[in-house]
């Protein structure tokens, strides 16, 4: 989170509290309102929040981190990169919509997430879709995977039987190719010239 910098795992909850209080006061001002609601964010209770309905709560929630994303970016470019974004909660969705539509330059949000998903809301549900620009990433070809595993081997002579299980079990995703070639380096299989009906590789 924002203040994490300045804390440290052995704090007690009062300094925490203190901490995140002066963090959220150098950004959204001494006695912000907003305040207390950054303090939930740290499961740190307060009683101005008590009568709070859960909706109430989750908007004025919603503000204040735009409020203190906004100010961030006011004092310097900022860049906020969110990663597997298709996993994420209809809450931080729509807190990430309302950050995209409500906050203006010098600030970046970039999300990585899978094909199915989008940010883009559908017509007269928003209006974000003119503020995202998207990039679409293609799945490897069993060529493309074959040569990627090749080159992780430093194009060492590879069975094409492992060959062709990456290229399998990745389904062409560069980061899956890496780590089950990366697993099965260390478990010293790069070797191996025959698969079991598990797809586990042997000698």
Not at 8 to 24: F, N, W, Y
Not at 49 to 60: A, F, G, Q
Not at 85 to 105: F, G, K, T, Y
Not at 173 to 196: H, M, Q, W
């Amino acid at each position: 989170m924002l203040f994490r910098s300045g804390m440290s795992a052995t704090d007690e909850a009062g300094l925490i509290r203190d901490k995140v209080e002066q963090g959220a006061a150098d950004l959204l001002g001494s006695g912000s309102s907003m305040i207390p609601y950054i303090l939930g964010l740290y499961g740190l209770s307060n009683e101005a929040l008590i009568d709070d309905n859960p909706e109430v709560w989750n908007t004025r929630l919603m503000r204040s981190i735009l409020a203190l994303v906004s100010s961030i970016s006011i004092r310097e470019p900022t860049i906020i990169f969110i990663e597997d974004l298709h996993w994420a909660d209809p809450a931080s969705i729509s807190l990430i919509r309302l950050i995209i539509s409500e906050m203006r330059p010098p600030a970046m949000l970039v999300c990585a997430h899978r094909s199915y998903f989008s940010l883009v809301e559908e017509p007269g549900q928003g209006s974000t879709g003119g503020l995202i620009k998207a990039i679409q990433l293609h799945d490897l070809s069993a060529s493309e995977a074959a040569e990627m595993t090749d080159l992780l081997f430093d194009r060492l002579p590879v069975p094409r039987e492992f060959r062709e299980f990456v290229t399998e079990e990745a389904e062409g995703n560069p980061f899956y190719i890496e780590e089950v070639v990366n697993s099965a380096v260390e478990a010293g299989d790069r070797k191996s010239t025959r698969l079991n009906s598990s797809h586990q590789i042997i000698s």
